[in-house]
């Protein structure tokens, strides 16, 4: 059974930096492709940043490159998102997302069959 489990979201002011860690059971993250996406109220769920399994290539949205970074910890099974300068456009629920099987596009919400329950990040003053 694999199940995954996002933590680290919170309140902060804009500007400021969180790190979100999403930790699986039941599956080894690093064999395959991992995917944080988020969706905000009244929006469509988007992409923020994955990690592709073929070759470990890593995506990110334009909206937050140069500002988030997804990294996994292989010995923890985790896989975080560290999100600096942050802004109140990035307020939305956070989700990771993982598959057993082969991802062609790990930008994708579709790929995925797996997901955690999210965790709520709120930028605010």
């Known amino acids: 059974q694999v199940q995954l489990v996002e933590s680290g979201g919170g ?25 944080w996406f988020r969706q905000a109220p009244g929006k469509e769920r988007e992409g923020v940043s994955c990690i592709n399994s ?11 490159k140069g500002r988030f970074t997804i990294y996994r910890d292989n010995g923890k099974n985790t896989v975080y ?3 600096n300068s942050l802004k109140p456009e990035d307020t ?15 930008m994708g919400a579709s790929e995925y069959e797996y997901w955690g329950q999210g965790t709520q990040v709120t930028v605010s003053s």
């Open 11 to 35: 309140l902060v002011q804009p500007g400021g930096s969180l790190t979100l860690s999403c930790a699986a059971s039941g599956h080894t993250l690093n064999y395959y492709a991992v995917g």
């Open 54 to 64: 073929s070759d470990g290539s890593i995506y990110y949205a334009d909206s937050v």
């Open 81 to 83: 998102l560290q999100m």
């Open 92 to 106: 939305a629920v956070y989700y990771c997302a993982t598959d057993t099987d082969y991802v062609l596009f790990c």
